[in-house]
């Protein structure tokens, strides 16, 4: 693996983005904290405008996100909600979505 450099970073969402116009991406977890050691993963949630549902898959677009990144030397997990999501689970103190938006810094909004 190579080091995480905000270089890295920002080109791993410049991807994101060109594939997929997020309304955000969010660096969440140990790297979003300043605790990651050498070999921790890079963790990201990823907001898009339109609903998931039975017109529009999240295990499909996560393929997608995931075949977006492949060429970056990193381990990588990534979340991707939707807006809506967001709106229902913003409150929430448990819910992984809800410690992303509250602990994560965002790498990507967009105007």
């Known amino acids: 693996m190579v080091p995480v450099t905000d270089a890295l970073l920002d080109q791993m969402v410049q991807a994101i983005v060109a594939e997929v116009d997020p309304e955000q991406v969010i660096l969440f977890g140990s790297r979003a904290r300043g605790d990651a050691r050498e070999d921790s993963d890079v963790d990201l949630v990823v907001v898009e405008a339109e609903p998931f549902g039975p017109e529009r898959s999240r295990r499909q677009e996560l ?3 995931y075949h977006t990144l492949v060429e970056f030397p990193v381990s990588t997990d990534i ?3 939707s807006h809506d999501d967001v709106d229902y689970w913003r409150d929430s103190l448990n819910h992984v979505l809800a410690r992303a938006l509250r ?3 965002v790498l990507y909004e967009r105007r």
């Open 103 to 105: 602990e994560g810094k």
């Open 79 to 81: 979340l991707v909600y």
């Open 63 to 65: 393929v997608r996100l």
